[in-house]
């Protein structure tokens, strides 16, 4: 009688845990699984003129550049956006590099939003801009709260962008761009034009 009551107790309890097992499987079947996308393999980002009016009421021709992870974004259901970790480079590629190569890095002055001159780092290597925050509070750049993305550092750890600032101008030369501004709140750089 023991033995019997033994069994229907045992089998009773793996019925529950083996349930339980299968909810837990449907649960993590169901959400979706993260995506790591290659910032610098994403396509290049749409360019087009405009004309807008500067602060002596000049009105000049200026080219606006869009954010290619925008673009890459626009193309997913709101379920797969959540779901982006955007990182630089690829985790072998990591491994070989022993010195960073930075042959293809260059700096430049801009002015950025008609305020201040700063530094850019242009990196070829990269398709994104971004700034630190210190850089865009002083510089007067608003940025828009609706959109973050979630980045991997060159170290693997994950961090989430600020924001992204819209149509900033930049002054490169003389030339007038407007660009789509990824907003960190740390980075080892205070502006990086990709």
Excluded at 53 to 69: F, L, R
Aim: glycine share 4%; proline share 5%; net charge negative.
């Amino acid at each position: 009688m023991q033995a019997a009551l033994k069994e229907i107790l045992t089998s009773k309890r793996s019925n529950k845990d083996e349930s339980r097992e299968d909810r837990d499987q449907e649960k993590e079947n169901s959400q979706p699984q993260k995506k790591v996308v290659l910032v610098n393999r994403l396509e290049s980002p749409k360019k087009w003129q405009k004309i807008i009016k500067i602060e002596d009421g000049e009105v000049v021709k200026v080219w606006a550049v869009a954010d290619p992870v925008l673009q890459f974004l626009e193309r997913l259901s709101p379920e797969e956006r959540s779901c982006q970790i955007f990182a630089i480079e690829e985790e072998g590629e990591r491994e070989e590099r022993v010195v960073p190569d930075i042959a293809h890095l260059r700096v430049v002055p801009a002015v950025i939003n008609g305020i201040g001159e700063e530094e850019v780092l242009l990196d070829s290597g990269s398709q994104i801009v971004s700034m630190t925050k210190k850089v865009a509070a002083t510089n007067k750049v608003s940025w828009n709260p609706s959109l973050s993305i979630q980045m991997q550092s060159a170290n693997g750890s994950l961090f989430r962008t600020c924001r992204l600032a819209r149509n900033i101008p930049f002054t490169l030369g003389g030339v007038i761009v407007l660009l789509q501004v990824h907003v960190m709140d740390v980075a080892p750089y205070t502006v990086l034009l990709g």
